[in-house]
């Protein structure tokens, strides 16, 4: 009974002195697997999370909290935070400004503008992010600015030149510039073919203010009076009207409608 006693004693002193601490190990530079293991071992409880270190490789452990050395008691969580190394520029092309300045932040880095470098695109829609400088990708220290680069929309071309073009053809070299072409009112030039193009508005050569890309095409009504020499008055008459032109047939002597054209 008396060795009990004091047995009993003992344990008890032990265990209100020192047996119920742990004192927290040192796993600073070791992986997260072998950090948590040495927790473990020392009956405490790992609570793994990771944040981006200028000097400690990713996946290593920067430090603990509480730190190593730290009387803890036993069973006692301890947060182990694992480095993701340097922070990365992320890649927030197309998305808004907030979005990229969050983006931003939560790598740990400082997100800024400047309109002194936004960059006209013809991809990204204006208003929205076309990059970052540093570019996307780039490695660096915690706390390093980084520029938002904005979209100020697509970049400003001129009218091309589609005079004497048929409809189709100008309507698809103003496509390709960006324009949208519409069909304005068609009028009488004795120099462009009927169908092809008299003018633009705005006129060739112009680079259009803002974001307005619609361009007016304006076509040729004129008609190439084609040789209806040998033809019949009835073919004649009928190959003038197809064209939207009058005839006046002069037939001397009551010439019939199989008379034949000798001028015209």
């Known amino acids: 009974v008396g060795v009990l006693v004091v047995a ?61 050395g730290e009387e803890v008691l036993r069973g006692d969580t301890v947060k ?8 990365r520029v992320p890649d927030i092309s197309g998305s808004t400004v907030e979005e990229a300045t969050e983006a931003i932040k939560s790598q740990d880095l400082r997100p800024d503008r400047d309109d002194g470098q936004n960059q006209y695109s013809d991809k990204v829609e204006k208003g929205r992010v076309v990059t970052t400088n540093p570019p996307p990708g780039t490695e660096l220290d915690l706390n390093t600015r980084v520029v938002i680069i904005v979209s100020k929309g697509r970049q400003p071309k001129p009218v091309p030149d589609v005079r004497d073009k048929p409809k189709d053809e100008a309507f698809q070299d103003l496509r390709d510039a ?19 193009v008299i003018r633009t508005d705005p006129p060739a050569g112009t680079k259009p203010k803002g974001d307005d890309r619609k361009v007016t095409v304006y076509l040729s009504t004129a008609v190439r ?23 006046d047939i002069q037939a ?13």
């Open 80 to 87: 182990v935070i694992v480095s993701e190394g340097r922070p």
């Open 178 to 196: 960006g324009f949208e072409p519409v069909e304005g009112e068609s009028s009488f030039d004795p120099g462009i073919e009927g169908g092809h």
């Open 225 to 247: 009076v084609p040789d209806l020499s040998g033809k019949t008055a009835a073919e004649a008459r009928q190959i003038l009207s197809d064209l939207g032109l009058q005839p």
């Open 8 to 68: 009993l004693l003992g344990t008890t002193t032990w265990w209100f002195t020192s047996g119920r601490y742990r004192t927290v190990p040192n796993v600073a530079n070791q992986s997260s697997l072998a950090a948590q293991q040495a927790l473990t071992d020392n009956d405490l409880k790992p609570d793994v999370t990771t944040a981006h270190d200028n000097k400690v490789p990713a996946g290593r452990v920067i430090r603990t909290d509480p730190a190593n």
């Open 252 to 264: 001397p002597f009551g010439g019939s409608e199989g008379s034949r054209v000798f001028q015209q």
